[in-house]
């Protein structure tokens, strides 16, 4: 089959009627549907509408179209895009939206086509609003509410006011962080079932994670909770001693609680979300300064990058970060990672972006290599960025596939992503909502970017 070289397509505009709706034929490519992990080799995707009209053989007559975009693959392959479902949407203290829109550009131009905000503001739901309408390019955007923890939650009664509040507002999903009470966590189960919102996040301590599990978490982000359940009953977690996230304890995790753990995981339909990178990058021993000089760093303000350096080497100072503190942790976790997939625990893709090091869009690939490493396939690391992340907000039946019938939300590269990752880091090109954005207009946009952000 003929290789394509990068950029090597070309785009006929013919407006025979404005009025009329604009139809799309992205031809000659290679179909990685996700349907299975099979190719469908030499096709045509009719696009109609922001919807897949047809997926049709080389072989076939392809459709008249009123109003043509046609787009020559020249033996590109297309998959469903990546998703980075543990995002931070940024917010400024004037109000500028630049820093939220530059995020959208981000993430399309690393084949990033729907993210889950883990942390809300006012202006997410406004910004979600603008994209998912189009008016904005940008991903699907899913938003979580404010987040749930000791300082915003008093009570149970005050928790599930606050739920009832968040679904008033139009937000998504629910954030859980440190700090909550097992009662108020129980309040707040309670109410989000009623009222229908999904909630997830971290394991607070006095929950636990059987008990998060039994209260509804549909997600558990950072695998968080399950180190401390592999504990001894009797050892008592001290906070102040045991390091970021207990990673000190690592040498006391006794393994032959987990497939208990793993089967409750399963019974309950809870996904996972696992952020290796966060902590590689964060809280691994790889120095704050190598990290710095990352060429994605280029793309958000330099106070920012300084503020993870200094937050990094604060950890660094204290001996906590040392080698042999978190080479065994790290090990753990992809051990951990490996045995939660390899027991059929769905995985949602998720990064922690924009976090210490993670720059958005570029962090879900080193992600992806990550999981790689760990022992996950390429077919299954698609699948945790396209059909997972549709089930885990019920609308599988709309997108996460490239499918007759779905949106029309795909990204084409250059090689074969099931066998060739690394392919994924450099779109041609991505359609959203049936919208086709080039390489040209996605480098432009992370040029612009670049400019936002010269240090000075």
Not at 338 to 343: A, D, G, V, Y
């Amino acid at each position: 089959m003929k290789t394509p070289l990068m950029g090597f397509f070309f785009v006929l505009l013919v407006a025979l009627n404005p009025v009329l709706a604009q139809d799309m034929l992205v031809t000659n490519v290679n179909v990685v549907s996700m349907e299975n992990d099979q190719i469908l080799e030499n096709q045509a995707i009719y696009v109609v509408d922001g919807k897949i009209k047809d997926i049709i053989p080389l072989t076939a007559q392809t459709p008249r179209m009123y109003s043509e975009i046609i787009i020559d693959g020249k033996g590109a392959y297309v998959f469903p895009g990546l998703s980075e479902f543990h995002a931070h949407l940024p917010v400024a203290s004037d109000g500028s939206t630049q820093l939220q829109e530059e995020s959208m550009w981000l993430y399309l131009a690393n084949g990033v086509l729907r993210i889950r905000s883990m942390l809300g503001n006012p202006t997410h739901i406004a910004l979600r609003d603008k994209v998912n309408a189009g008016e904005i390019p940008g991903p699907r955007v899913f938003i979580s509410g404010p987040s749930f923890n000791a300082n915003s939650v008093t009570s149970p009664e005050q928790a599930a006011q606050m739920v009832k509040d968040q679904k008033e507002a139009r937000y998504d999903h629910l954030k859980i962080h440190p700090g909550v009470e097992l009662n108020e966590m129980w309040a707040i189960s309670k109410t989000a079932q009623e009222v229908g919102i999904p909630f997830g996040g971290h394991v607070p301590l006095a929950v636990g994670l059987k008990n998060a599990l039994n209260s509804g978490y549909k997600s558990v982000e950072h695998m968080d909770g399950y180190l401390e359940t592999l504990l001894p009953d009797d050892l008592v977690i001290d906070p102040t001693t045991s390091g970021p996230f207990n990673l000190k304890l690592v040498g006391q995790v006794q393994m032959d609680k987990l497939p208990g753990l793993i089967q409750l995981t399963l019974d309950k339909g809870t996904w996972v979300a696992p952020t290796l990178t966060l902590f590689d990058r964060y809280f691994g021993y790889i120095p704050a300064d190598e990290f710095r000089k990352a060429p994605e760093m280029k793309y958000l303000p330099g106070l920012l990058i300084q503020q993870w350096v200094n937050t990094k080497k604060q950890l660094e100072r204290t001996g906590v970060l040392d080698k042999e503190n978190v080479a065994p942790y790290l090990a753990f976790r992809r051990k951990l990672f490996m045995e939660l997939h390899n027991s059929g625990v769905p995985m949602i893709l998720s990064s922690d972006s924009p976090q210490v090091f993670n720059v958005p869009g570029f962090s879900i690939h080193h992600e992806i290599a990550l999981m790689s490493e760990a022992g996950m396939s390429n077919y299954e690391i698609l699948k945790t960025g396209s059909v997972e992340p549709a089930k885990y907000m019920g609308q599988e039946a709309e997108w996460g596939m490239i499918k007759k019938g779905m949106a029309a939300d795909f990204v084409m590269v250059e090689k074969n992503p099931l066998e060739d990752l690394k392919t994924m880091q450099k779109p041609m090109g991505v359609v959203i909502r049936g919208k086709w954005i080039g390489q040209e207009e996605l480098q432009a946009q992370l040029d612009q970017i670049e400019q936002n952000h010269l240090r000075k």
